[in-house]
């Protein structure tokens, strides 16, 4: 963690705000921190697609298999080591006062970290979702959220904001969210809004009765961060998004980040980024690189204004089981300390 003032890399941390709200759920409550509008950030989820613990860590040994650290402390009830599918939920309230729900992500372990989450933050509806991305552990919990929407139960719709690129994966693997027609059983399916946007723009969050605002009572605006992310079958950069909600950058998938983005990190004075393990990885920074990549932006900040914004924070997220928790974060501690 870094402390204010000085810009560091961290493994989010329990510490810095309410208790954890379920095995899968860390929760950073910092809001003057991050933004005006942000009230708190709460991490669903932190960890890679496979999840931690990984079978092959915790099922009776293969002859000669090292013993994985971060693996038997994740089995442990509330380990920090224990990780679900990236995944995030961020409250914040304009000049209405109105708090409003964003969730980055909706992976296969949404599901039970977003109860206890929302139980323990006392929040009820779903303003918005956007997607990064139509990989699995960025989407399969889309089918969940009819436990939102069935029946009216708790709001009509949750609608949605991806590009089309993630909206044609989740067409391909949910046919019927997308077109009612095709449910089968007794039809009833989560309703879902989808909203197509242009990761060269900026857009605003539909709040029902107009957009979202922010503290000045404007409309608030919602920067996509396109990156790469590894490559497709056929070679090609896979496309993949991260965020901007006002001074905090989420950007939870990503194996390079051009030029052009770069430059919207600026003023940035919380960075949530992709950590992926301590090699490098074909569709993941790796530790070192999300290091890099921090201090880059802490640079950036840096240039020219003197009393501009500051990157005060960086959390590492996509965690995969070479990266222990508590080694992990007094190492970067130490790398802080000595900056």
């Not at 933050?121 to 919990?141: E, P, V």
């Not at 950007?251 to 390079?256: E, G, H, K, L, P």
């Not at 992926?276 to 921090?294: D, G, N, T």
């Not at 880059?296 to 900040?301: D, G, I």
Request: charged fraction near 20%; aromatic fraction near 6%.
């Amino acid at each position: 963690m870094a402390s204010p003032g000085r810009a560091g890399p961290s493994t989010p941390r329990q510490d810095l705000g309410d208790d954890v709200a379920a095995p899968t759920s860390e929760s950073l409550v910092h809001a003057p921190l991050i933004d005006p509008w942000i009230r708190k950030v709460v991490f669903l989820g932190t960890g890679t697609s496979g999840q931690i613990p990984a079978a092959p860590c915790v099922l009776p040994k293969a002859q000669g298999r090292k013993r994985c650290e971060a693996c038997a402390d994740a089995i442990r009830p509330g380990s920090k080591n224990r990780r679900g599918c990236c995944s995030a939920m961020v409250i914040g309230a304009g000049l209405d006062g109105v708090e409003h729900v964003i969730l980055i992500d909706c992976g296969p372990t949404f599901y039970e970290s977003a109860l206890n989450a929302f139980r323990q933050h006392k929040q009820r509806r779903i303003t918005a979702l956007l997607l990064t991305h139509a990989h699995a552990d960025a989407m399969l919990g889309l089918d969940s959220l009819r436990a939102w929407t069935m029946r009216g139960a708790i709001q009509q719709q949750i609608d949605v904001y991806c590009t089309q690129e993630a909206f044609e994966g989740v067409q391909n693997t949910f046919p019927y969210l997308v077109d009612e027609s095709k449910a089968t059983g007794d039809g009833s399916v989560g309703a879902l809004k989808f909203h197509l946007i242009d990761p060269a723009r900026p857009f605003e969050i539909d709040a029902g009765k107009g957009p979202i605002q922010d503290v000045s009572g404007k409309a608030l605006l919602i920067e996509p961060l396109l990156v790469e992310h590894g490559l497709t079958s056929e070679g090609a950069s896979f496309p993949c998004l991260g965020f901007r909600i006002g001074s905090l950058a989420y950007i939870s998938d990503v194996s390079s980040i051009p030029p052009s983005t770069r430059s919207k990190l600026k003023g940035a004075r919380v960075l949530v980024i992709d950590s992926l393990s301590p090699r490098r990885h074909i569709s993941h920074y790796s530790l070192a690189q999300a290091v890099e990549e921090s201090l880059r932006v802490a640079a950036l900040n840096a240039e020219g204004e003197q009393d501009g914004p500051r990157l005060e924070l960086a959390l590492l997220t996509d965690l995969a089981h070479g990266l222990e928790h508590h080694s992990t974060d007094q190492a970067l501690l130490s790398f802080v300390a000595g900056l």
